[in-house]
Each structure stands twice: as structure tokens, then as C-alpha cells.
């Protein structure tokens, strides 16, 4: 069973590259449409089992992780949803298509992604999850860093805002990538992803 984080680092390669450019709208905007990269996927999570284990381990550091995973589990989906759709938006606006940045969507999944940044503060990770911890507060900060760049570059049409905001996308969707990695190979190395709701 494949359970990695897919590999979204070519697709957004190529959305960054269409966002960077500095393309504008309007009478002047280039007709050249670039490569569009398949639409990036949310990371496969293991299917559930058909009889779920009653009770918890009665180890206190595995019902320790178990809470965590729960607790993070919705964190790390809700925010690979909004990397999904952020980046449909992206690959919209890859041909010179600006309008769709400021068109209300990425101003909502900003302050969604706030939201989902205070969810994942609040919790305690153990301390074989910290790492884990670190990389999704980091993705969200560098998610809500790109979007506030869009909303300036919506707000004063400046192009210059485009450029950061293309390479904190970049830092956020590695980081993500990398903590849903983490994420499942430690609860499956630990044995506990029975628990863990999907």
C-alpha cells in the first residue's frame, strides 16, 4: 500500500514558474499558455480497518501518539485540501489570468488556513513528533506569508508581490509534504494506525 505524500513537487514547479513571470492581464497579456501539470492530489491515508480495535494500547506513550494523531490528522487534511484547491487557482492564473488571484478564493483560504495554523498550536505533540509538529506551523506560516503577498498584489496590482508569494507556496507545499510523510510513517511505525480516525 502506497502510503507516501504524492510527489507535488513538478506540479507546482511549473505553477510557480507561470505565477513568478510576472504575466499581466488585460489587451497587453501574452496568448502563450504554458504547460499545465496535472492537478496536484491530497496524500493517500490507510484505509481503515474493518474492525476497529476496542480499546487503546495500554502503553501510555502509544495512547500519547494516538491522541496526537487525532488530534493532527484533520489538520493535515484540511490544510492538503486547501493546497489542492490553492493550487488549481495557481494553475488558473498560469497563463496570464491574474483576475483569479484576487477573486475572493485565496482571501478565504487564508483566513481558513489561520484558523487551521491556531488548531495545530494548540496541540501538544509528543516528543517523537515534534519534527512532524515543526513542519506543519512552518507550511502555514509560509502558506498565510504567500497569501498575504497575493492580497497585496490584488490590493496594488503591483507584479513584485508575485514573486514571494509564488516562493513561500513553494516552502509551504514542501513542508506539508513532508510532515504527511512523517506523519504516517511514524503511526504506522508505531502500530497504531488502527486508531487513528480517516
Excluded at 36 to 56: F, K, R, S
Excluded at 66 to 91: E, S, T
Excluded at 141 to 150: C, E, I, K, R, S
Aim: a negative charge; proline letters at 9%; hydrophobic letters at 45%.
Amino acid at each position: 500500500m502506497n502510503l507516501r505524500f504524492p510527489l507535488l513537487l513538478p506540479t507546482l514547479s511549473l505553477l510557480i514558474v507561470g505565477l513568478a513571470c510576472g504575466r499581466t492581464t488585460g489587451p497587453a497579456a501574452s496568448n502563450e499558455v504554458s504547460a499545465v501539470a496535472p492537478t496536484p492530489t491530497p496524500y493517500p491515508t490507510p484505509i481503515p480497518p474493518a474492525n476497529p480495535p476496542a480499546a487503546l494500547p495500554g502503553d501510555s506513550d502509544l495512547r500519547a501518539l494516538i491522541a496526537y494523531a487525532n488530534a493532527m490528522q484533520p489538520v493535515l487534511m484540511n490544510g492538503g485540501a486547501i493546497l489542492q484547491r490553492d493550487g488549481d487557482i495557481l494553475k488558473e492564473a498560469e497563463s496570464g489570468n491574474d483576475s483569479v488571484l484576487c477573486d475572493g478564493r485565496l482571501e478565504s483560504d487564508n483566513d481558513t488556513m489561520k484558523g487551521i495554523i491556531g488548531q495545530a498550536r494548540a496541540i501538544s505533540p509528543p516528543s517523537e513528533a515534534q519534527r512532524i509538529h515543526e513542519l506543519v506551523l512552518q507550511s502555514g506560516a509560509a502558506w498565510t506569508t504567500a497569501l498575504d503577498n497575493v492580497e497585496q498584489f490584488c490590493r496594488t496590482g503591483n507584479s513584485f508581490y508575485k514573486v514571494p508569494a509564488a516562493l513561500k507556496f513553494w516552502e509551504a507545499a514542501i513542508a506539508l509534504q513532508d510532515a504527511g510523510n512523517r506523519f504516517w510513517a511514524l503511526v504506522i511505525a508505531e502500530g497504531v494506525e488502527d486508531w487513528v480516525q480517516r
